[in-house]
């Protein structure tokens, strides 16, 4: 299942730019952050198959989604500008954003590519 991010729980898990200027991630499994907002009709485009991939990659990815409207900040420490904006967090090495209500096999293309998990389920 989806989580949903305060600025509080992203600084705990996955990022505290508080305390860092370099990225030092802060999780113990790859994430996909969802920055979204509820107005956008392609962020609802995008969740259902955020839930469907949080199932499928139960245990190995966390998929976490950040409202923009609620948390401005970190809206504004990513320099969101349009959304849905998906951010892909490997274990090592820096984050990676893409743009816009992306297909289900793209995201799991990324997933695979950027962030290194594979999905046990191979068709």
Request: hydrophobic letters at 40%.
């Amino acid at each position: 299942m989806t989580q949903k991010l305060t600025k509080e729980t992203f600084l705990k898990n996955v990022f505290n730019y508080e305390a860092n200027t370099e990225w030092k991630f802060e999780g113990d499994k790859p994430c996909l952050i969802d920055f979204y907002a509820d107005w956008c009709g392609p962020c609802k485009i995008v969740a259902p198959i955020l839930e469907q991939l949080s199932t499928e990659y139960e245990g190995k990815l966390n998929i976490y989604k950040i409202d923009t409207e609620v948390e401005q900040e970190l809206a504004a420490v990513f320099q969101i500008r349009s959304i849905p904006s998906l951010l892909f967090v490997p274990l090592d090495g820096q984050p990676q954003m893409a743009m816009g209500a992306l297909p289900k096999e793209q995201l799991k293309e990324i997933i695979e590519k950027v962030l290194l998990v594979k999905d046990v389920d191979v068709k």
